[in-house]
């Protein structure tokens, strides 16, 4: 596996989506990260990537030696200006990278945007059996702020979804 450093984050670029979408499809079949049961492709994603803007809701991609090895996106909560304060966050980490911190730099970037962003609160939806997710999250002070009981089924298995939630600004 290569070293992580050194890195750099960026906004994202169309031209990034085929990474981003193969990062997103590799996690499908593991049935721990996200709710779609099938893969994804680039065209079906291009809403969502315009839905991303670098002063309001960003898309990164995170490179090391020009590979795209994780991306981190900012997503609307429930879509109403009384909620512009608060954004989801996701993490995606490339396969050969995993284990090597790049959800900690992604988490930490993050943070440290949050104030030219204008968000006081960040949200992780995170299935209740993804324990590196929810290990990462807690790390940096997310508590659970919901817990709802078998509201996914994955191949014929009902799962939880955890919210959690951090305030980042008072």
């Given at each position: 596996?290569?070293e992580?450093f050194?890195?750099e984050i960026?906004?994202?670029?169309?031209?990034?989506?085929?990474?981003?979408?193969?990062?997103?499809?590799?996690?499908?079949?593991?049935r721990m990260?996200?709710?779609?049961?099938?893969?994804v492709s680039?065209?079906?994603?291009?809403?969502?990537?315009?839905?991303?803007?670098p002063?309001?809701?960003p898309?990164?991609v995170?490179?090391?030696e020009?590979?795209?090895?994780g991306?981190?996106?900012?997503?609307?909560?429930?879509?109403?200006?009384?909620?512009?304060?608060?954004?989801?966050v996701?993490i995606?980490v490339?396969?050969?990278?995993?284990g090597?911190g790049?959800g900690?730099i992604?988490m930490?970037?993050?943070?440290?945007?949050?104030?030219?962003?204008?968000?006081?609160t960040?949200?992780?939806?995170?299935?209740?059996?993804?324990?590196?997710?929810?290990?990462l999250?807690?790390?940096?002070?997310?508590?659970?702020?919901?817990?709802m009981?078998q509201?996914?089924?994955?191949?014929?298995?009902?799962?939880?979804l955890i919210?959690?939630?951090?305030?980042v600004?008072?």
């Amino acid at each position: 596996m290569k070293e992580l450093f050194p890195y750099e984050i960026t906004d994202a670029a169309e031209t990034d989506m085929p990474a981003i979408v193969e990062i997103y499809n590799s996690t499908v079949a593991g049935r721990m990260v996200t709710a779609d049961t099938e893969p994804v492709s680039v065209e079906s994603r291009m809403k969502w990537f315009h839905e991303h803007s670098p002063d309001f809701r960003p898309l990164w991609v995170m490179r090391s030696e020009g590979v795209i090895c994780g991306w981190l996106s900012f997503q609307s909560f429930y879509g109403r200006p009384a909620y512009n304060g608060t954004a989801e966050v996701s993490i995606y980490v490339h396969e050969q990278y995993r284990g090597k911190g790049i959800g900690k730099i992604l988490m930490e970037q993050a943070f440290a945007a949050c104030p030219k962003l204008g968000l006081k609160t960040l949200l992780g939806f995170i299935f209740g059996h993804n324990e590196p997710s929810l290990r990462l999250f807690r790390k940096y002070g997310f508590e659970t702020w919901a817990h709802m009981p078998q509201i996914a089924e994955l191949d014929g298995i009902e799962r939880d979804l955890i919210i959690l939630g951090k305030r980042v600004q008072p």
